[in-house]
C-alpha cells in the first residue's frame, strides 16, 4: 500500500524567500515520485519527477526535490519564491510498474506576499 | 497541442437530472482516469480504464458511471446527481507503457453544482 502525506495545508511566504514545501511518503515498494502544481481555475500540471536516477530532482520554474529514503520524504524547494509561484502544489507516489495507480496528498496551497 | 479536453467546464444542475461529463485527449494514450477534488481531501479517483472497453473503480465510484468505446474519449455519468457530488473534477490521461509510464495529463476541470 501507497500513501503520501503533506505537512501543512497552507504556507506563506514573503517574495523572494525560500519556498519549502514537505512531502512524506509510505510504500512497499521502491516508489516514484511527483510533484504537480495547480493554479487557479487550471488544471494540475507536472513540476518534476522522481525516477530512480538522481537523487536531487529539478523541475519547472526553479523548483527542485530531493528523494531521502532514509526520511521517505520528498520535499519540494525553491530558493527565491516569486508571486507567480502561488498556486495548490500536490505531491503524488505511485509504484514503478508502468500504469500503477497514482496517490495525491492533500494539497499544499502556497501563498506569497510582497 | 498535446491535450485532455472536458467539457462542460462550469455546470449548475438540480439533484436527479442526469448530465454527462465528456473527456477527450489526442495523445493516443491507452490509460485515462476521473478524479474529484474537494478542499481538504485532495485528488480522489473516482475511475479509471486502462484501455477500450476495460474501466474499473477508483477510491470513490459511487453514483458514478464511466464508459471506454473509444480510445480517445472517456465520458463520466451521473445518472441522479446529489448535492454531495459538488466537487472540481478532473479527468487525466497517460501512456500505459514506457518513458511518459505514470505522468497524467490533466484536462483543464469541470466545476459542476448540485443544487
Known amino acids: 500500500a501507497q500513501s503520501v502525506t503533506q505537512l501543512g495545508s497552507h504556507v506563506s511566504v514573503s517574495e523572494g524567500a525560500l519556498v519549502l514545501l514537505r512531502c512524506n511518503y509510505s510504500?512497499?515498494?521502491?516508489?516514484?515520485l511527483f510533484w504537480y502544481v495547480q493554479y487557479p481555475n487550471q488544471g494540475l500540471q507536472l513540476l518534476l519527477k522522481?525516477?530512480?536516477?538522481?537523487?536531487l530532482v529539478k523541475g519547472i520554474n526553479g523548483f527542485e526535490a530531493e528523494f531521502k529514503k532514509s526520511e521517505t520524504s520528498f520535499h519540494l524547494t525553491k530558493p527565491s519564491a516569486h508571486m507567480s509561484d502561488a498556486a495548490e502544489y500536490f505531491c503524488?507516489?505511485?509504484?514503478?510498474?508502468?500504469?500503477?495507480?497514482?496517490?495525491f496528498g492533500k494539497g499544499t496551497t502556497l501563498s506569497v506576499s510582497s | 497541442e498535446a491535450q485532455v479536453t472536458q467539457n462542460p467546464r462550469y455546470l449548475i444542475t438540480v439533484t436527479g437530472k442526469k448530465l454527462t461529463v465528456t473527456c477527450s485527449q489526442n495523445?493516443?494514450?491507452?490509460?485515462m482516469s476521473w478524479y474529484r477534488q474537494d478542499p481538504g481531501l485532495g485528488l480522489r479517483q473516482i475511475y479509471y480504464?486502462?484501455?477500450?472497453?476495460?474501466?474499473d473503480k477508483g477510491d470513490v465510484p459511487e453514483g458514478y458511471k464511466v464508459s471506454r468505446k473509444e480510445k480517445r474519449n472517456f465520458p463520466l455519468i451521473l445518472e441522479s446527481p446529489s448535492p454531495n457530488q459538488t466537487s472540481l473534477y478532473f479527468c487525466?490521461?497517460?501512456?500505459?507503457?514506457?518513458?511518459?509510464?505514470?505522468?497524467?495529463?490533466f484536462g483543464a476541470g469541470s466545476r459542476l453544482t448540485v443544487l
Open positions: 487525466a490521461s497517460r501512456d500505459h507503457l514506457g518513458a511518459g509510464a505514470n505522468v497524467l495529463t
Open positions: 510504500s512497499s515498494v521502491p516508489p516514484y
Open positions: 522522481y525516477t530512480s536516477a538522481a537523487t
Open positions: 503524488a507516489v505511485s509504484g514503478r510498474q508502468a500504469g500503477t495507480a497514482l496517490i
Open positions: 495523445m493516443n494514450h491507452e490509460y
Open positions: 480504464s486502462m484501455n477500450v472497453e476495460v474501466t
